[in-house]
T-cell receptor
Framework: DAGVIQSPRHEVTEMGQEVTLRCKPI?????LFWYRQTMMRGLELLIY????????DSGMPEDRFSAKMPNASFSTLKIQPSEPRDSAVYFC?????????????FGPGTRLLVL | SQQGEEDPQALSIQEGENATMNCSYK?????LQWYRQNSGRGLVHLIL?????REKHSGRLRVTLDTSKKSSSLLITASRAADTASYFC????????????????????FGQGTILTVHP
């Protein structure tokens, strides 16, 4: 299995630009999670989906952030407009099952730098 | 705020020594998981211990859980330079129950991590 796939691996953009991060979960997994990791705040859960439906988006920092999961094999996290404080590593993770948090499998992350 | 808090924040040891990392949390949990993160990489699951378990082993890893003290420890025995990484505990709890079928959902909350350095 290829594992969780994220693209791009690195993104450098200027403040105000739109940024789209992409994730392909492990085939057969029906839960998908977006995390953000920074030195100051550690690893934060932004949003998670189950069976393509957003279950909890309470971690999404503000309206500039949006996430979609149009099908079981693809999800996007969009930041519009981006700001320097959005600079972080964004991870996507997936897991099988829906009740009781199970083992999560993380992608390699997208390192975002907003100038 | 993060549910789990690791202690120490950083640990430096020699190869062959044992490394012990601790995790404390605040609320009741369904299970507790430990993850490892190598520099510049994603997190990798190491071990899961359920709330009704007290100890679990996996290779050189030993995890304990004390729900009365709301704490867990991860012991790595006979450490190797390749064990150098950040280690995170993650507490898992059901957060909400939706629909008439009573399906419940849960999520992981990660601590800040312990940075382990093993010197050859």
């Amino acid at each position: 299995d290829a594992g969780v796939i994220q693209s791009p691996r690195h993104e450098v953009t200027e403040m105000g630009q739109e940024v789209t991060l992409r994730c392909k979960p492990i085939s057969g997994h029906n839960s998908l999670f977006w995390y953000r990791q920074t030195m100051m705040r550690g690893l934060e859960l932004l949003i998670y989906f189950n069976n393509n439906v957003p279950i909890d988006d309470s971690g999404m920092p503000e309206d500039r952030f949006s996430a979609k999961m149009p099908n079981a094999s693809f999800s996007t996290l969009k930041i519009q407009p981006s700001e320097p404080r959005d600079s972080a590593v964004y991870f996507c993770a997936s897991s099988a099952g829906q009740s009781l948090p199970k083992t999560q499998y993380f992608g390699p992350g997208t390192r975002l730098l907003v100038l | 705020s993060q549910q789990g808090e690791e202690d120490p924040q950083a640990l430096s040891i020699q190869e062959g020594e044992n490394a012990t990392m601790n995790c404390s949390y605040k609320t009741s949990i369904n299970n507790l998981q430990w993850y490892r993160q190598n520099s510049g990489r994603g997190l990798v699951h190491l071990i899961l211990i359920r709330s009704n378990e007290r100890e679990k082993h996996s290779g050189r890893l030993r995890v304990t859980l004390d729900t009365s003290k709301k704490s867990s420890s991860l012991l790595i025995t006979a450490s190797r330079a390749a064990d150098t990484a950040s280690y995170f505990c993650a507490t898992a709890r059901t957060t909400q129950t939706l629909n008439a079928g009573g399906t419940s959902y849960g999520k992981l909350t990660f601590g800040q991590g312990t940075i382990l350095t093993v010197h050859p």
